[in-house]
């Protein structure tokens, strides 16, 4: 079994930040792709931001500039650091990881239950 857990979510006023975490834990062999997704209220969930094992980060253009993910393999944690929140960042977070916990079975993704991320004007 493998668990994603995110912390850190809040009420911020417009302007300030935040930091998620995103811990994962269990039966991992390897954590391939990690990211970042948010689900604003009547809305699609759409990607933040993500990360590969050691690749390229890649960012909505909506979040460029202002927001830095990163992880630390070591521990098996993803982070989200939201500075210059604006209340469009308003949303659910959740982070998705794809990871691989047998040698016989390919990789898959799996899902936090989400953080809420409100941003005051």
């Known amino acids: 079994q493998v668990q994603l857990v995110e912390s850190g979510g809040g009420l911020v006023q417009a302007g300030g930040s935040l930091r998620l975490s995103c811990a994962a834990s269990?039966?991992?062999?390897?954590?391939?792709?990690m990211g970042w997704y948010r689900q604003a209220p009547g809305k699609q969930r759409e990607l933040v931001a993500n990360?590969?094992?050691?690749?390229?980060?890649n960012y909505a253009d909506s979040v460029k500039g202002r927001f830095t993910i990163s992880r630390d393999n070591a521990k098996n944690t993803l982070y989200l650091q939201m500075n210059g929140l604006k209340p469009e960042d308003t949303a659910v977070y959740y982070c998705?990881?794809?990871?691989?916990?047998?040698?016989?079975?390919?990789?898959?993704?799996?899902w936090g239950q989400g953080t809420q991320v409100t941003v005051s004007s």
């Open positions: 998705a990881a794809e990871i691989k916990t047998s040698v016989i079975y390919k990789p898959r993704t799996y």
């Open positions: 269990g039966s991992i062999l390897s954590i391939n792709t």
């Open positions: 990360i590969p094992s050691g690749g390229i980060t």
